[in-house]
Every structure is written in C-alpha cells, then in structure tokens.
C-alpha cells in the first residue's frame, strides 16, 4: 500500500492486494511510485483511500495515457474503480492483458505500463449534465513497453448511470496542481525477476481484509442481482456548513443520512487534453434532483443507483 500527504492507494487482483516493489517518494512533486507485479489474464482493481483530511477530493485514473472516471470522497473513507463504463448500465473490467504490439507501434509509449491515480482536493459546487461515454481504445494497436498491456474484459451489468455531475473549482486557489499522485509500474513477474526488483522466493500479494470483489456479468447471461459498486462515504452532517446552500438542496429533505453509505460518485474525464488541472472551473445550475423511480436499480446509492461525474477541462494545466 502506498500512503502519501493523508491518502493511500493499492491494487486488488483476485481478492488479493498486490505487494509494491522499490516504493519511492517524490516530495518535490508529491508522487509516489513503485513496480507491482502483473499476470495476463487477471482483473484487477484500484483502491484508495482518505485517512481523515477532512476535504472534498476527486481522483483521475490512468491505464497506459487512457483517462478514466475516479470517485468523489468527502474527507474520509475509501473508494474504488474495477472497470469503465460502456453504456447507461454496462461496464468492462479492467486487466492486464498480453502485449500485441513492441517497440514504438501506435500511439506513444509514454505513460505505457503504468497506472496512475491523480487526488485533487476540491469544493463542490453545483451539478450538470452528465459527460457523454467514452470510446475505449485499441489496445492491440498500441506501443507498449514489455510483454503486458493494460485491457477490457467481458462487458457485465451495473448500476444506471446518473443523469446529472458534479461541477468542482480548487479547494486551494493558489495551487491547482494534483494533491498526490500514485504511480504503480507493472511488469510481469518474469521481469521483474530478471531485472532483481523482486527475489524468486518473494511473494507478490497479501490478503485483502474485509474486502469483496464485485462479481463479474456477462450482459447477455441473465442477472439474479446487480452488481454492488464501491460505495462513497456518507459525509459527516457537521461538515455540510462547508458546502454551498445551492448544493444541499441536491439531497432530498427528510433523509437520516445526507447521503447514504452506497451513493457511487465518479469523477469522469472529457477531451484529449492532460488531466493535471482541475475539473470544472466556474458554477453551474443545480436545478431540482432526478425522480429516483426512474433510474431505481436496487438500493446502490443516493439516488437508487445514479452514479454522478464531474467534467474533466478540455484545457487542463499544471
């Protein structure tokens, strides 16, 4: 597990955390990063967690360059993401994948073999349309750098997505940068042996405590029960005086909790621009909460299964 500036990140692979090799820390740019072992063939997911700073975050994942959806936290608790959404109530898992491709084929190699976690510390202000889906990228196509990539699985149901998104500005003025990043670098054990990062007798994963998979669907198989997505914290009553008046008004009156445990937020990227700037400069119109009858899935969230996203900047920055 990697832990930096209140925040921890790790992978999951078949229920088991994924043990970090080399961990090195950069104070300069508030990165961490280290060399995690990957087989072909497996899902994995990716976990994070806030240690109590008691400040709103949005996270951006990549896989290889490819943005993808984080979650909101609200000064505490934990979140996940285990694949990419493909349609109103689909997702594909995330995997490591065998490399098609060497060298410097496709598009470039930079960010090839890694994946990312970005933390932003933000203020929610008010909501908007949801962000259009996003088109997966040919994996196969690309330049990658040695015999593992990252891949999509087998599309499976979840929960509906949210019609609406959160619309954040910095919670510090002065710096728009990421809060942290977390960088893990996979390879495949094989290399990681013949380069001496990791022994022949080391293990590479460690049991996950108190921590269930959602179990994977085929959209075409038929579903006994959707599937359960990582929830988001509720946030401490006491702490809603930092948010925006508009912004209570997006929770529904008479709840004994603001927002119960299972409401799943993501943070969802827009435009081929880098993801080092904040999402969401400027306010939005809140506007009354979706009718919950209509995108009722089971009891998944705040909303009966709407998943909320907040727009990723066309222009982004350092």
């Known amino acids: ?53 008691n400040v709103h975050s949005c996270t951006f994942i990549t896989l290889d360059g490819f943005l993808v959806p984080g979650r909101f936290l609200f000064g505490e608790g934990s979140a996940s993401r285990d694949g990419v959404r493909t349609g109103p109530n689909t997702e594909r898992p995330f995997v490591f994948a065998q490399s098609q491709s060497s060298g410097t084929s496709g598009q470039s ?7 990312m976690l970005k933390v932003k510390r933000v203020q929610l202000q008010e909501s908007k349309p ?28 979840t929960y509906v997505q949210s019609p609406t998104t959160w619309k954040v500005t910095p919670y510090d003025e002065a710096s728009k940068r990421s809060h942290v990043t977390f960088v893990f670098r996979y ?15 080391d293990g590479t994963a460690a049991p996950v405590q108190n921590h269930r998979l959602a179990k994977r ?45 299972l409401n799943i937020r993501t ?30 899935q089971g009891p998944y969230s705040a909303f009966q299964g709407l998943e909320t996203t907040a727009v990723h900047p066309m222009e982004p920055t350092n």
């Open 217 to 261: 669907r085929v959209a075409s198989a038929p579903i006994a029960q959707p599937i359960t997505p990582s929830p988001s914290p509720t946030p401490d009553p006491r702490k809603l005086d930092r948010i925006s008046s508009s912004l209570k008004g997006a929770f529904y009156p008479g709840q004994g909790r603001v927002r119960p445990a």
């Open 1 to 53: 597990m990697l832990t930096h500036r209140g925040f921890s990140a790790w992978i999951v692979s078949e229920n088991e955390r994924i043990r970090e090799y080399l961990v090195a820390v950069d104070q300069n740019a508030n990165r961490v990063s280290c060399w995690i072992p990957s087989e072909a063939g497996k899902a994995f997911s990716i976990h994070w967690k806030d240690e109590g700073t």
């Open 109 to 115: 190699t930079k960010d090839a073999g890694t994946i």
């Open 187 to 201: 390879r495949s054990r094989d290399w990681l042996m013949a380069q001496g990062i990791i022994s022949n007798d």
């Open 130 to 157: 949801a962000d259009p889906l996003q088109n997966l990228p040919d994996w196969s196509s690309q330049g990658h750098i040695g015999e593992h990539c990252i891949g999509y699985g087998e599309e499976y149901q």
């Open 267 to 296: 943070v969802s990227a827009r435009g081929p621009g880098r993801h080092d700037q904040y999402p969401g400069e400027g306010l939005l119109d809140l506007g009354p909460p979706p009718d919950p009858s209509r995108f009722m």
